[in-house]
């Protein structure tokens, strides 16, 4: 689905003023839950979530922690409930055997990079990743799931989308106010520039992490050359504004709903679309996996990783974790 253009930001009109007694409903039933006690796993657990729904570069965000608790030489897995799939778990993600309709594709871009669980119950989740030998859990997502405490969550924050219009859903996307949400986080992580002043909504004082996404190594052979950008993930603009950092001509492009499954159809006509504008047709790793396994090779994929400002900042946040990670017997 779609997210009403009323998120986004603004007034809305009455549509947020009618709805806002749903959200106060919604808004107080995440509060009891968010409550209640979890589940305190024998490694660390960190938490990658945010106040909103939709994508505010959590994934990304998670792939980073990963690789960076890797470097340290923690056994790291990642956990998350695999939005999009039918699998239920608790279920260890195996790319070769998996698809996108199976598990989701944020659970297939993980699993990518370090071994990847599956689970709607995170609790269930945890304790199998534990049992198989996970030394730490990197959460993508969760932050208002409370069947697992964490020992570091971090706030993910768009900077180019922010808080959207500051209401609770489904009178805005928030899930949670704001507040209650930092409140449960040692830092903010800010990516990109803080267009819509989302900082100003966080407690006075709190940690804020800034970085920017940057294009991947194939951006270069991108520079100048027309492409036909096609996508289906929360913030569209995010993706094309990658393609233009990376020098790449805009030709034509295409946005979807977020997770929206492609199929032969689909591929098929923005293939042909992008013939006719003579364009490359590019798409993002979230949409790569969605995409019909015959048609992949005729898509080029925009790859982005993080930079941060103060890396030292965030590695400071991991090392009292990396001392707790128990020892292999």
């Known amino acids: 689905m779609r997210a009403p253009g009323f998120w986004s930001g603004g007034s809305g009109g009455i549509a947020p003023l009618l709805l806002s007694p749903i959200a106060a409903i919604y808004a ?5 839950r968010v409550a209640r006690p979890g589940w305190q796993a024998p490694v660390p657990v960190i938490c990658c979530g945010n106040a909103t729904a939709g994508g505010a570069g959590k994934t990304t965000v998670a792939l980073d922690l990963g690789q960076r608790l890797a470097n340290r030489g923690v056994g790291g897995v990642f956990l998350t409930r695999g939005y999009g799939g039918r699998v239920k778990g608790p279920l260890m993600v195996d790319p070769a055997l998996h698809d996108s309709q199976a598990v989701g594709d944020e659970a297939l871009l993980l699993a990518a990079t370090r071994p990847t ?30 069947g697992l405490r964490k020992d570091l969550s971090l706030l993910v924050v768009d900077g180019n989308y922010g808080f959207g219009n500051g209401r609770i859903i489904p009178a805005g996307p928030l899930r949670e106010p704001v507040e209650a949400a930092a409140a449960r986080c ?137 001392q707790r990670v128990p020892v292999p017997a």
């Open 28 to 32: 107080a039933a995440t509060a009891r």
């Open 117 to 146: 669980w599956v689970s709607g119950d995170r609790e269930a989740g945890a304790r199998a990743a534990v049992e198989a030998g996970a030394q730490a859990i990197v959460m993508d997502d969760g932050l208002q799931n409370p």
């Open 186 to 322: 040692r830092a903010a992580v800010l990516i990109g520039e803080d267009e819509t002043d989302a900082l100003s909504r966080l407690p006075p004082g709190m940690t804020v992490l800034r970085a920017r996404l940057v294009p991947g190594p194939e951006a270069e052979l991108l520079t100048g050359q027309p492409v036909f950008a096609f996508c289906g993930i929360a913030n569209p603009r995010k993706f094309f504004a990658s393609l233009q950092e990376a020098g790449a001509v805009l030709a034509g492009r295409v946005s979807y709903a977020d997770h929206y499954p492609f199929d032969a159809g689909d591929l098929r006509d923005l293939l042909e679309q992008a013939e006719t504008l003579r364009a490359i047709p590019v798409t993002t790793q979230k949409d790569y996996v969605r995409i019909p396994p015959a048609f992949r090779s005729r898509v080029t994929v925009l790859t982005v990783r993080l930079e941060w400002e103060d890396p030292v900042a965030l590695e400071t946040l991991l090392e009292p974790l990396a």
